[in-house]
Structure formats: structure tokens, C-alpha cells
């Protein structure tokens, strides 16, 4: 009978002992601490292992190491360590790659590799004039005696596109002998509207592009390829012409949906190359709280090419020097005389 | 660790028999079934390495549903219970802040162990298999926002209660107020366990998130691993029974749970909760 009493009480006094000392900080792992060099070890790791072109971009991340180990000091502010950090990422060559804090971001501005392939002021002006039309983002209207439609959609980032929108657009057009839809400095966006804005000129079931994630810590770990197809549907589609204007400034959802009209016969990319960004990122956090992002997928056109550093036009145009004083956007016109072929 | 988990699972089979053994020296068949409400508030501690190497601290108000049916010597719980909240981290500069949302259910068996009654408590050996299911949104984590968990366990559990009572008596409140206190019965209870393999669908290698490109991606390369041990659950409660046979409870509920080292984007967590509950003798 005591021992029984005894056993009963140990089992109470265990359990008041396992809250009382906070029993599951022995089964956790410490925090990381937050001195520079952890933090600088913890992000350079984090890329080292997750970060999907590494190869691809032929970048030797142990040398990077290397490199901006000796600016890393344990009495370094938070202002010398963001951009220390920020300047390491920046090796990666990514518009996608950025760094956040409290008091700055650090980037990589894609749009620095080209020259910007637009000039709006032109456009508004001299093709879609005073009384052009605003339909969710696209703004449009007829040019050139209305016998074509320019649509200027400047980012996939401000709307989900819908099917009225589209609807609209196509009942408006109809008539027309082919569509210029410009996408130059269009930073991307929502994905989710690539496959929406594909569905204006295609409504049967096709390959656009397939995709691989970033599976383990060697730069060759992928998973395996898989397709991403438009979708089938009954909906009327432009089967027109269909000419894309790109440039440096076309980045991420604007590749990817360069990527996918290499998928159609009439539809042509003209302009320049766009800046890439066809890895999606994902993000983290460093010990110290900051956060980051970086690219852990990677993409392959139908055409089996990986187009990370960007998706080249089929036929390269770039803006004239003299385009501000004539008025003239020479890419548009090339894109004109295509469509009149 | 094999060894030490089928050394566990024979003494406690061994146990539990011993409790089985026992049917034919119970007197009379016995039921009582009880529906147990509880709401309160939970804190603790949770990190994903997937997206962070930092515990973010938890405020959770907490919903719990319980069923039990207590035959002969057989209980049976049914157990569901909701947290809703928020994870903040408050670093030098900045503070982050993840929303939360979970339900574990849990679908018990107990078997009273008769040997320690003459000790006044009563001890019920059994087992569960349980389902936890969350889902947490950090917007600084970009693409990596959203967070799906899903961990399913089979656990090993000991129950064990007492009963007491305490008897009417005359008192003085402040050596002053004479009052009388009537005969007063209490019930207290604990509860342990063990989740003794758990199998769990986490975010894998990249945690790539809402990285959706198309509805095939909903939980891109999300990953089932299998972990021994991966925690422990306690219930410490005390109730008031009272003339009409139901009871009003406290509970202190404890737990963690780690999907260890060697795992992909390790989760450690802890919950601990406090319970109000209206407990309602249903038969």
C-alpha cells in the first residue's frame, strides 16, 4: 500500500519537476547566435545550399566566401553588415535576390543590364492618344487607322486579371488585323496571370513550360521536371497576330509569359531581351531578424532552354536614339509591319 | 533507439494485459459519459527552420472539445482542440509576427489498472492516435508566407485520477468571520503522452510555400517523414464535482513536440494552456 502511494505521488512530483524546468529546452536546439559572423555564416549557407543557379550562372560561392569574410568583425554595426550581406547576394545576378531590414533593401537592378526599350511619353502621345481606353490594367486603343490594337499592360502585379477584362478586350479587337501587347518595363507580378493572359490567344490544352524545386543541398538536387499547361476551355480567343514588345525591364511574371509564347507560331516577341527572374523566390530569416529572398526553382521553355538570365526576342529591336524627337517608337513599328506582312 | 521503443512497447502491452486481466473482478457494469467544454489561453514557443532560425513566441486562445465514455472499466475519449492566434518575434530593430491556426484531434482508449485503487488513485494505461494540422502565415517570408503542417502520431498514454473530498467544517475567515463550509468533492487528474511515432507532411528541402505556378503546385514539394519520440503531452487538471454530478475544471495542459535534428526544415514547438472548462455528466 505505501509503495503504491509512493509511486503515485512520484508520478506527480515528476511531472511538476518536467513543468518547472521547462523540460522542451532540453529537446530543443539553441538559438543561432546573433554576432555578424553567425548571420553572415547562417545567409551564405542558406544560398550555398538552396539558391537554384548556382551552376547555371557558373558562380563559385566558396571564393564569395572568401571574399567578403574579412569584412565581416564581431564590432561591426548592423549598417556595415546589411551591406556587407547585401553585396554578397548581389554576386547572385538576380532581381529576385533581396535582403530586408528594418532600416534599407538591398537589390540587384536587372533593369541596369539593358537600356529602357520604351518611351511613354511617345506612346501616349503619338499611338494611343488622348482617348484611350482603361480596362482593369491594360490600357489600349486602335492604332494606325484602326486596323491594330496596342494594349500597354505595365505590371502583373496590380490586378488579378479577369475574364470580362479579356472578354472585352477581344470584343473590342475582333475586327483588327493583330494585337501588340507591350510588355517593356513590366517588373512582374502575380503568376497566376500568366496562364490568365496566355488564355487571350490560346484555349486548348498546351505545354507553356515545365518547372523543377531546389530538392537538397547539391547544386544539381532538383526535383523532377514537371509541366505547367494552359488550360482547355470553350471561351473565344484572339487567333490573330499577336506581337509582344519586351525589353531589360520585362522581368519575372513578364519572362514567364515571354517564355510561354515560345509555345505559339503567331505569337513573336520584338524588342530586346528581357531581364529574367524565371526562378521563384522564397524567403527566410537570419538570426538577427532581417530577411531575405532568393530563387529555389528554375524554369525550362518548351524549347528545353533555361532562360534564367532572360528570355531573348525573336527578332531584337532596340529604341532609336533620335525616337524623342522624332516621335516615332521604331519597335512599335517593326511590330506593325510584322503584323502586315 | 528501435531496442529502446520495443522494449517501451512490451512493458507496456505487459501492463496493459495485467489491467485486462482483471474483467471478471469487476462487480456490476458502470457508464458514465461526460462532455467536457473548455476555453482558455495558450503561449509557447515555435520554430520552423524552414523559414527561420528564431523561436517565435505564441498567444493562442484555445477551444477544447472533449467526449468521454467511462464502461465497466473502459474509457474512450474523443478530443478536439483549436488554436487560434499569433506567433511575434521581437527582434533589436523589428518585430515579426506569423498568424496561426490549428486543430488536433484525438481518438483515445483506456483501461482501468485496478491494482492501486486501495490507493485511492486510479490509474488507466492506454493509447491514442492523434491528427495536428496547422497552418501559419508570415507575410516576411514572401513566397514562403505560407506554412501547411500536418502531423499524425500514434501515442501511449497513462491516466491517472483521485478523487477526494473536503469534509464540512466550521471556519473563520480572517480569524474573525465565523462561516460554515459544506462537504466539498474534488477530482483530480493526469494525464501523459507519448507520441511514439508520428508521421509528418511538412514543406520540403526549399520550403518553397505559395510558390504556385498552377493548381498541381497547391503544396509544392511537400515531404512525408517518420520520427520516433517525437514529444510529450501532459493534462494536469483539478475539478469541483458538484451534487448534480457535473464538474467545473482548471486544466494546465503542456506540451512539445520536435520532428528532430536529422529532419528536414526542423519544427520544434511548445504549447502551454490553461483551461476554464464546464464538464457535463451527459447520462
Known amino acids: 500500500m505505501k509503495s503504491k502511494n509512493i509511486i503515485s505521488i512520484l508520478l506527480i512530483v515528476v511531472t511538476f519537476t518536467i513543468y518547472f524546468s521547462s523540460c522542451e529546452k532540453i529537446a530543443f536546439e539553441k538559438e543561432i547566435e546573433n554576432t555578424p559572423l553567425e548571420n553572415y555564416n547562417y545567409l551564405w549557407n542558406e544560398v550555398n545550399e538552396k539558391y537554384a543557379f548556382l551552376e547555371y ?54 533593369t541596369l543590364l539593358g537600356p529602357v526599350n520604351i518611351n511613354t511619353r511617345i506612346i501616349k502621345e503619338n499611338y494611343l492618344g488622348t482617348d484611350y481606353y482603361t480596362t482593369g490594367s491594360f490600357v489600349h486603343n486602335f492604332i494606325k487607322n484602326g486596323d491594330i490594337g496596342y494594349i500597354r499592360y505595365s505590371s502583373f502585379a496590380n490586378s488579378l486579371i479577369t475574364d470580362y477584362e479579356l472578354d472585352y478586350l477581344l470584343e473590342r479587337y475582333k475586327n483588327t488585323q493583330g494585337l501588340i501587347l507591350d510588355i517593356r518595363q513590366n517588373g ?70 515571354s517564355v510561354c509564347t515560345y509555345a505559339f507560331d503567331d505569337v513573336i516577341l520584338v524588342g530586346d531581351t528581357t531581364g529574367g527572374g524565371l526562378g521563384l523566390p522564397n524567403g527566410g530569416q537570419l538570426p538577427n531578424g532581417w530577411t531575405y529572398r532568393f530563387s529555389i526553382t528554375r524554369t525550362i521553355a518548351v524549347n528545353g532552354q533555361n532562360y534564367e538570365n532572360g528570355v531573348p526576342p525573336d527578332y531584337t529591336i532596340i529604341l532609336s536614339d533620335d525616337a524623342a524627337t522624332t516621335g516615332v517608337d521604331n519597335v512599335i513599328e517593326f511590330a506593325v509591319n510584322l503584323i502586315k506582312l | 533507439m528501435k531496442n529502446k521503443t520495443i522494449f517501451v512497447l512490451i512493458l507496456y502491452v505487459g501492463f496493459s494485459l495485467n489491467s485486462i486481466g482483471q474483467i471478471d473482478t469487476v462487480p456490476k457494469e458502470t457508464r458514465t459519459k461526460l462532455i467536457d467544454i473548455s476555453a482558455g489561453l495558450a503561449t509557447g514557443n515555435l520554430r520552423d527552420m524552414g523559414t527561420s532560425p528564431l523561436f517565435y513566441t505564441g498567444l493562442l486562445p484555445v477551444v477544447d472539445i472533449t467526449y468521454s465514455d467511462f464502461y465497466n472499466n473502459n474509457l474512450i475519449q474523443f478530443n478536439i482542440i483549436s488554436y487560434n492566434g499569433i506567433y511575434i518575434k521581437l527582434t533589436d530593430d523589428d518585430s515579426y509576427t506569423s498568424t496561426a491556426n490549428s486543430v488536433n484531434t484525438e481518438i483515445a482508449y483506456y483501461r482501468h489498472y485496478q491494482d492501486y485503487d486501495d490507493t485511492g488513485f486510479k490509474h488507466y494505461p492506454g493509447a491514442s492516435i492523434n491528427n495536428y494540422t496547422s497552418i501559419r502565415v508570415n507575410s516576411a517570408f514572401n513566397n514562403a508566407a505560407f506554412t501547411f503542417d500536418n502531423i499524425s502520431s500514434l501515442n501511449l498514454n497513462y491516466f491517472i485520477t483521485k478523487e477526494f473530498t473536503l469534509k464540512a467544517k466550521q471556519k473563520k475567515f480572517l480569524w474573525l468571520i465565523k462561516y460554515y463550509r459544506e462537504e466539498k468533492q474534488y477530482l483530480a487528474s493526469f494525464k ?83 483551461l476554464f472548462s464546464l464538464v457535463f455528466k451527459m447520462n
Open chain 2, 192 to 274: 501523459i503522452g507519448v507520441p511514439i511515432y508520428s508521421l509528418i507532411y511538412r514543406p520540403g528541402f526549399t520550403n518553397p510555400g505559395n510558390s504556385t505556378l498552377n493548381n498541381s503546385f497547391l503544396l509544392p514539394d511537400y515531404k512525408i517523414t517518420g520520427k520516433v519520440f517525437s514529444g510529450m503531452n501532459t493534462n494536469l487538471s483539478l475539478s469541483k464535482i458538484l451534487p448534480n454530478g457535473n464538474m467545473i475544471k482548471l486544466t494546465y495542459h503542456w506540451e512539445y513536440f520536435t520532428s528532430g535534428r536529422y529532419s528536414l526544415n526542423r519544427l520544434d514547438m511548445s504549447k502551454h494552456a490553461l
Open chain 1, 57 to 110: 550562372k557558373n558562380i563559385n560561392w566558396d571564393s564569395i566566401y572568401e571574399v567578403y569574410y574579412p569584412h565581416i568583425s564581431s564590432d561591426m554595426t548592423n549598417d556595415s553588415l546589411f551591406r556587407v550581406l547585401g553585396n554578397m547576394l548581389n554576386e547572385l545576378r538576380d532581381g529576385h535576390v533581396n535582403l530586408f531590414s528594418s532600416f534599407n533593401l538591398s537589390r540587384y537592378d536587372i
Open chain 1, 188 to 257: 512582374g507580378g502575380y503568376v497566376d496571370n500568366v496562364p490568365k493572359l496566355i488564355s487571350l490567344f490560346c484555349n486548348d490544352e498546351r505545354l507553356l513550360y515545365e518547372t523543377q524545386i531546389k530538392n537538397g543541398p547539391d547544386t544539381d538536387n532538383f526535383t523532377l521536371l514537371e509541366s505547367v499547361n494552359s488550360n482547355k476551355t470553350d471561351k473565344n480567343i484572339y487567333d490573330k497576330k499577336i506581337i509582344v514588345l519586351t525589353d531589360r525591364g520585362s522581368y519575372s511574371a513578364s519572362s514567364f509569359f
